[in-house]
């Protein structure tokens, strides 16, 4: 593939994850409706860390990235292996363009919430970035299976839709 088209898939790939990353902060910060599961967000984490947690969302959000960095890292610094945390640092970690910290942080994410697309697709897209093809369709391919386990019914089925997609996108053309 030419290095400007590859670089024109990436800024695309990119794009796509400013966008899906404020959506999942949507997600992952709204207010639970009573009755509500929300194992995850908040689980093993104090009053102080769920409110740094939304902070940093907020920042995010507002793609003030150094603040959410710092808001993140309070977080982390209490709960090291909290899911959401880590999935949210490697998000402003990959906005910062520091891909091998994102790497560190979104694999943690994977590790802790195996069957979420979004920590999945943001890490094959991580991936990408730092030259590991075999890393990235790696977590293509369990993209993949979560689909065919969704058959498109599933409460994530948009999430692992416009997971892959975004992989694929970024993903280098075969030459």
Known sequence: ??????ARSLVAACAALA?????????????????ENTTGLSQGLGEDSTKRLNDGIEALRAKNFLVAESAFEDVLRHNKTNPDANFMMGVTKMSMGKWEDAKTYLEIAVRKNPKGPDPKSRLAVTYIKLGDLDGA????????KLDAACKGACR??????????????AMPAKP
């Open 1 to 6: 593939m030419p290095a400007g088209k590859f």
């Open 19 to 35: 966008l899906l990353g404020a959506a999942h902060a949507q997600r992952v910060g709204h207010t639970p409706a009573p009755g």
């Open 137 to 144: 369709k790696k977590q293509r391919t369990e993209l993949a």
């Open 156 to 169: 994530d089925a948009k999430w692992i839709a416009d997971g892959i997609a975004m992989v694929d996108a």
